[in-house]
């Protein structure tokens, strides 16, 4: 690729993101580093869920190009070398590097725990079932749930819900993981399981994680870079320790106060 | 005559109304989730063909479309050499089928919409094909938002059987307008009729609550 170095797994170059008159991302660039562990922190508004929502293809872009792991996202190279949008195929060959964790969870009701973990394995990777099977047991024992794999979503309580989310992802064999404010669902109480698990995942697996969070104080241990998105920008980026010590913007400033204030 | 006389040929009445139903219900069910399934396709041909299905089934007569069927198909099949000529039976259940098919597509569409976004977000992210989604992940979540409406089609399909009786079938209400032309009992023949119907509505009433527990086992407060 001669776009992004060998070193870079996600790229936003110019990127545009509109909902009918309203740019939610404003001519976006932003990269992620292979195995970097990446926070995006912002106003709501700012288009910080939509980064990853556009990554996960779930939200087309108005303009510009995105790159994911040497390739294009969106755009397909025609004959002539000129980009031109996607294939379904070319879309679906893009996924397979990326997982997704939502905010409400998104679990299968009508599987039990181990089901959701073994569904896209075995109907999409076509993978073996026993193979599945063995794959989704050592990801539940990863996320403490074994004895709930028999269980059907809706006997589990919210953190270990979202513990499913993550260990279904995974499932896949992702190379980038994405969290959209994976515990702003939770009760408070369940909130400090789940980042257990992002944190052991940050810290034992060279998995690239970008992560939407209000979780300031998660966000400062576990991250390599802070982003704080501000009007569909990166207004300002760092090192944790930097920029939550020391923000150089006015914005960052009154953002930071506030939710540190809140917590 | 004794009312216990009657028993035996409204019970046989009963046995044809009780095949009918339990046919046109399985055909009709089929028929709902072609059309219901179509209705949401994106290809316009396949869109049009539900759409126009429903629509002309919904919005005619079940009396007409199964006189058109039994009477009028065979002289328009003659008109162009072809035998069209259907047993009543056929006829029948096509009818019925038919009928209750286009009002079970709409259930089933609207049940299929009823699945949220995120499910569909989530079969996405996982990399589902469209078609695995529908059938992985959005039917098995909206075949239990059908039963409920299911079962009032099913009743009212076992209801409308006794139309056929217009086309000579003998079932229930045949049956029971038979006995009345002989024996002229009007009061005791129809008052046991009406309890059969019943009857018959109680237990399909049963089973399909029984099935809808059974497709929604996995759902809260299920069991």
Known sequence: MTETGADTIIKFDKVVKRFDTFTVIDELDFEVKRGEKVTIIGPSGSGKSTVLRILMTLEPISGGVVYVDGDTLWHEKGGNGDLKPASESHLRKMREKMGMVFQQFNLFPHMTVRRNLTEAPTQVLGMPKAEAKQRADELLEMVGLTAHADKYPHQLSGGQQQRVGIARALAMRPKIMLFDEPTSALDPELVGEVLGVIRRLAEEHDLTMLLVTHEMNFARQISDRVCFFDRGKVLEQGKPEDLFTNPKEERTREFLKAVLEDN | ?223
């Open chain 2, 1 to 223: 005559m004794d009312w216990t006389q009657y028993l035996n040929p409204l019970m046989q009445g009963a046995w044809v109304t009780i095949e009918l139903t339990i046919y046109s219900t399985i055909f009709g069910a089929i028929l709902s989730f072609a059309a219901g399934i179509g209705k949401l396709a994106h290809n316009p041909l396949i869109k049009a063909i539900a759409v126009g299905y429903i629509e002309i089934f919904r919005g005619t007569s079940l009396l007409v479309q199964l006189f058109w069927l039994y009477f009028a198909l065979p002289v328009a099949g003659q008109a162009i050499g072809l035998d069209l000529r259907l047993p009543p039976v056929v006829a029948g259940v096509l009818a019925l089928s038919l009928n209750i098919g286009a009002y079970g597509a709409e259930v089933v569409r609207g049940a299929i919409q009823s699945v949220s976004k995120d499910q569909y977000e989530a079969a996405k992210a996982l990399n589902f094909t469209p078609r695995k989604t529908l059938w992985r992940v959005a039917l098995p979540q909206a075949i239990p938002e059908m039963m409920p409406s299911f079962g009032n089609l099913a009743i009212q399909n076992l209801k409308d059987t006794a139309l056929v009786s217009l086309i000579s079938l003998s079932d229930l209400a045949f049956r029971a307008e038979q006995l009345r032309n002989f024996t002229q009992d009007s009061t005791t023949i129809y008052t046991m009729t009406l309890f059969m119907y019943f009857g018959l509505a109680l237990v399909l009433t049963a089973m399909m609550k029984v099935l809808e527990r059974f497709v929604g086992r996995w759902r809260a407060g299920a069991r």
